[in-house]
């Protein structure tokens, strides 16, 4: 078995063990999450002009659906069904399964989220590269007060911002949903540009607020590395400024990767914030409303989901940080 | 780098090919795109779900009442009288002089959207899958009031349904007429074969009665999570797509009235907040919009675009501060009047719900329109409990309470200091308690707020009777039952079961407002508010105005709750692409719009 072998198998059994603890721990706290979500359907029925009758019809039979026996006998059906990857059915949408959900919403998720990051990273490095190169210059000072600006805004400031400006002050964009219903899904122009249009506000806004982290992160790494001898020796020699920039970049952009393969994990969280404001029925919309309705199968598969998606972007990053720096790959091989 | 471009591409590819795939996509469409389109939302489905079936039971279910949805008739907002209907899928109905029966004639070119008759058939069969989810027309208990036990069909368009004679109920027939008829020849499969014999057993004292009931309620969760495979619709719209966003409804060409609806297209929009709502009436996006607590900056910017305009009516809810009697000092009914006369609640509305509520002229248990109705003359002779500090003061000494510094205290000297629990998310109710609480301080009450992390959690913790005061719905009418119900009902005691009244101890089975069971009533002597309120249920209504006007005063003597303010019913309605919406206190403002289009109230323009 080779060392990477090695370390991958080390990395899933211990992942493995991750996702069962955190899995049973969220089993517990979600259970214990106090609230009647019945009650509060009922109370929400009347005040929205249901007779209370017809409110008690409508709950009296959800009941149902609600997880019976002890905890541990809800528990070991639970872990059953995960054997199964069977994460049961909903409480809120009772018949639905969670799996369909939760593959629904990751839809609408990973659209935005994915694109938002990786057009924040890719916008992030090189303006931070600039900016450490240009630190000394005005370019310099405006690159980093956008970054500390950008990164210290709320993701729910800058969404209510954008939203007040691009779909009320000017409504250039649509308010919410994902793309215009009227419109035939399929692969086909018009319903493609509808999902670009719908997912612009969302991506602008997860773009926008992870721009400022990126373009400090990358500036402080570029900044050290321009301190190190091998670029010294590379100017010395009298290498093409356009040659120092790549080495510079390659070597400055290493622990990036990392902070980038853990984003990708987290992308599975949703964003609530960014999800809500824009009506965008992603996972962490998707987390929010589960809790708010005492879904138990529904939060837990969410839960399971994030656990897993980090769990795995964990042990890529480290893979990959193997795979890609052969200061660590030669290192282990000595070893 | 590229394994993880790569990585993030294919997971790009995989999100953009399922978001093509779209959502629901279960109607014929007969109307093109570009034709009339009405856009709204449904307050009474926020967070519109494309995975859910297209199911009227199902709480997220693809149905959208009074467009692809339909009940047999349409409740009427009326001050006192349940009993009036506009046609849904019946075209007439006749209701027994003493509510022991109703007679309903369907309309005799009424179709499903696939072209098929709805027949008293799909009635009888709605009616067996209602029983399923139960309800005051619809109990399985053969000692519950007004449950619906004979149902014949009289021909293949009349049906006649017969409450039980035992037991009768006064809600029997708004029971009746609030059922949502489905297609029988669509949902057939989902009750057995041998319903109708089991409900028979089931409804009897006969051996195996226990079983059967067993037996037809386990049946609810099946008809919930049932997902036709397309939507065949008795409304006047048929489920074309949904997607995450928003539903498309097309018009049913085949609804008795298709020639009247107004529009060819439905839009019903989601929406997960109401400043959400509140963006699309700003951008004039639509057409109506139902009830939303709006603040008066957000209204002033709503009413300012083009073709909007507020329609105010009749909402027969009050928002109340509700005691927790078994807490000292407020099981003294000098405190609560104390803290009735220190309330200004022309101030509190104002500041929680400026466009949505009117301030409570008194507390009767009744909105204050409705109050007029059903006590007339009596309803001036009500303690208005005007704010009079002074009064305020006499009331707390007379409880014993003492004043030191300034501020009151426990008859023993102890600090008194109050707490109003409310749920964080309702933000008119915490404008409401903090205003409440603003007051009292400066009245030399030590008052706060505590706020529940949200609405589930709020109901948990007031049933177990762990709040001393917190914002209760009141007034829910037009049945008296149902208004004094919130009153003296469950929450203050009062369980009724199979028939059987019987009141609990403070503190247990839900009783968090620990009331006394009997009280003394100038000029009625002694008095049990929860057997009066049961007998709502069935009372004519000579009687039910006596027993309205009993528990009024009853209510305004004893305070177990002090109303704060009436709801109004505004709404918001777009001129510019359709007219004839309903105006000012229309009895219709209260039912969706679907319902005003396919009456043919609302024209294109």
Redesign the interface.
């Known amino acids: 078995m080779t060392v990477i072998a090695r370390r991958l198998a080390g990395h899933l059994a211990r992942g493995f063990a991750m996702i069962l603890v955190v899995t049973t721990i969220s089993f517990v706290i979600i259970r214990s999450i106090?609230?009647?979500?019945m009650?509060?359907?009922y109370?929400?029925?009347?005040?929205?002009?249901?007779?209370?009758?017809?409110a008690?019809?409508?709950t009296?039979?959800?009941y149902?659906?609600m997880p019976k026996g002890t905890l541990w006998e809800q528990y070991a059906d639970y872990m059953r069904g995960l054997l199964h990857l069977d994460l049961g059915?909903s409480l809120?949408?009772?018949?639905?399964e969670v799996t369909?959900?939760l593959?629904?919403a990751?839809?609408?998720t990973?659209?935005p989220v994915?694109?938002g990051t990786?057009l924040s990273f890719a916008v992030g490095i090189i303006m931070g590269v600039y900016a450490a190169i240009k630190r000394s210059s005005k370019l310099g000072d405006v690159l980093a007060v956008s970054g500390s600006l950008l990164h210290g805004l709320p993701q729910y400031v800058l969404a209510l911002l954008l939203?007040a400006v691009f779909?009320?002050l000017l409504?250039i964009f649509p308010?919410?949903?994902?793309?215009d219903?009227?419109l035939?899904?399929?692969?086909n122009a018009a319903?493609?540009g509808s999902?670009i249009q719908?997912a612009t506000m969302p991506v602008l806004t997860y773009a926008l607020a992870g721009y400022g982290g990126w373009i400090l992160a990358m500036k402080s790494s570029v900044v050290t590395v321009l301190g190190d001898d091998f670029i010294m020796a590379a100017e010395l020699r009298g290498l093409k400024r356009g040659l120092i920039f790549r080495y510079v970049a390659r070597n400055a952009i290493l622990p990036l990767?990392t902070i980038?393969?853990l984003s990708?994990g987290l992308l599975f969280g949703g964003a609530i914030f960014i999800e809500?404001i824009f009506?965008y029925?992603g996972l962490g919309?998707l987390l929010l409303?589960s809790?708010?309705d005492?879904d138990y199968t529904l939060m837990g598969g969410a839960f399971l989901l994030i656990t897993v998606a980090i769990v795995i972007a964990n042990i890529?990053a480290d893979m990959?940080y193997t795979?890609?720096d052969p200061r660590v790959r030669s290192g282990q091989e000595a070893s | 780098?590229k394994?993880?471009v790569a990585?993030?591409v294919s997971?790009?590819f995989?999100?953009?090919t399922?978001?093509?795939?779209?959502?629901a996509?279960g109607a014929d469409s007969s109307a093109s795109?570009g034709s009339a389109?009405f856009t709204t939302i449904d307050?009474?489905k926020p967070?519109i779900?494309?995975?859910?079936?297209i199911?009227p039971?199902?709480?997220?279910g693809n149905t959208f009442r009074g467009y692809n949805a339909e009940w047999l008739g349409w409740?009427k907002n009326h001050l006192t009288d349940?009993d009036r209907f506009y046609p849904g899928v019946a075209k007439s109905w006749q209701i027994a002089p003493d509510r022991s029966s109703i007679t309903i004639r369907l309309h005799p070119d009424g179709k499903w959207s696939d072209g098929r008759p709805i027949t008293a058939e799909d009635v009888k069969f709605s009616i067996g899958l209602?029983y399923?989810?139960?309800?005051?027309?619809?109990a399985l208990d053969p000692s519950a009031a007004g449950t619906a036990s004979n149902i014949k069909i009289v021909d293949d368009k009349t049906i006649k349904i017969t409450q039980t004679a035992e037991n009768p109920s006064s809600?029997f027939v708004?029971?009746v007429m609030?059922t949502v008829i489905v297609p029988k020849h669509v949902w057939g499969s989902v009750l057995p074969a041998d319903f109708w014999e089991r409900l028979k057993v089931a409804q009897s004292d006969a051996p195996g009665a226990e079983a059967a009931r067993a037996g037809i309620?386990?049946l609810?969760?099946k008809?919930?999570?049932?997902?036709p495979a397309q939507d065949v619709s008795a409304g006047p719209f048929v489920l074309k797509?949904?997607?995450?966003?928003?539903?498309?409804l097309v018009k049913n060409r085949y609804f008795h009235n298709a020639a009247n609806v107004a529009a060819d297209?439905v839009?019903i929009?989601?929406?997960?907040?109401n400043e959400?709502v509140w963006?699309?009436l700003?951008?004039g996006?639509l057409d109506s919009a139902?009830?939303t607590a709006v603040p008066a900056g957000v209204m002033r910017r709503i009413v300012q675009t083009q073709g909007n305009a507020v329609v105010r009516g009749y909402?027969p809810?009050s928002e109340a501060l509700a005691f927790n009697q078994s807490r000292r000092p407020y099981d003294n009914v000098h405190v609560r009047r104390a803290l009735a006369y220190l309330i200004d609640r022309e101030q509190v509305t104002k500041v929680a719900s400026p466009e949505g509520g009117t301030a409570s002229v008194t507390t009767s248990g009744l909105h204050q329109e409705a109050a007029k109705a059903w006590l007339g003359d009596g309803f001036a002779a009500l303690e208005p409990y005007r704010t009079d500090p002074a009064r305020a003061e006499r009331e707390l000494r007379a409880a014993g309470m003492k004043k030191k510094d300034g501020r009151w205290t426990m008859p023993d000297g102890s600090p008194w200091k109050m707490t109003i629990n409310v749920p964080a998310s309702f933000s008119d109710w915490l404008a409401g308690a903090k205003a409440v609480t603003s007051q009292l301080n400066d009245a030399g009450i030590e008052a706060e707020v505590i706020t529940s992390a949200?609405?589930?959690?709020?109901?948990?913790?007031m049933?177990a009777g762990k709040y001393d005061l917190g914002f209760w719905?009141v007034a829910?009418g037009p049945?008296p039952y149902?208004i004094y119900?919130r009153l003296y009902g469950a929450q203050n005691g009062w369980q009724l079961f199979g028939g059987k009244l019987t009141h609990v101890a403070p503190g247990t089975k839900g009783n968090w407002m620990g009331g006394a069971e009997t009280v003394d009533l100038a000029g009625e002597g002694r008095i049990n508010l929860g057997e009066l309120t049961v007998k709502l249920n069935s009372a004519p209504e000579a009687e039910q105005k006596k027993i309205v006007s009993t528990l009024a005063r009853a209510a305004n003597q004893d305070l177990p709750v002090i109303q704060l303010w009436d709801y109004v019913n505004t709404q918001v309605v777009n001129t510019t692409r359709f007219s004839g919406f309903p105006g000012d206190d229309s009895d219709a403002l209260?039912l969706t719009s679907g319902v005003w289009l396919q009456l043919g109230m609302v024209k294109r323009k």
Do not use: H
């Open positions: 106090p609230g009647d979500p009650r509060a359907r109370e929400k029925l009347v005040e929205q002009g249901m007779s209370p009758d017809q008690e019809r409508a009296a039979a959800l149902g659906f059915q809120s949408v009772p018949g639905a369909t959900l593959a629904s990751a839809t609408w990973i659209l994915l694109v990786l939203s779909t009320t409504p308010t919410g949903g994902t793309a219903v009227t035939e899904p399929g692969l319903y493609i999902l719908y990767f980038l393969a990708l809500r009506t029925p919309l409303n809790i708010t005492r890529v990959l795979a890609i | 780098m394994r993880l990585a993030a997971l790009c995989a999100a953009v399922a978001a093509c795939g779209g959502g996509d795109v389109v307050a009474l967070g779900d494309a995975n859910a079936p199911n039971y199902n709480p997220k409740t349940p209602a399923t989810q139960g309800g005051t027309a619809y809600a708004r029971g609030e309620t386990s609810a969760e008809v919930i999570a049932f997902a797509r949904v997607n995450p966003g928003e539903a498309l297209q839009r929009l989601n929406y997960t907040g959400q963006n699309y700003v951008a996006r139902p009830f909402s809810v949200d609405y589930p959690l709020y109901l948990e913790e049933a719905l829910l049945a149902n119900q209260r």
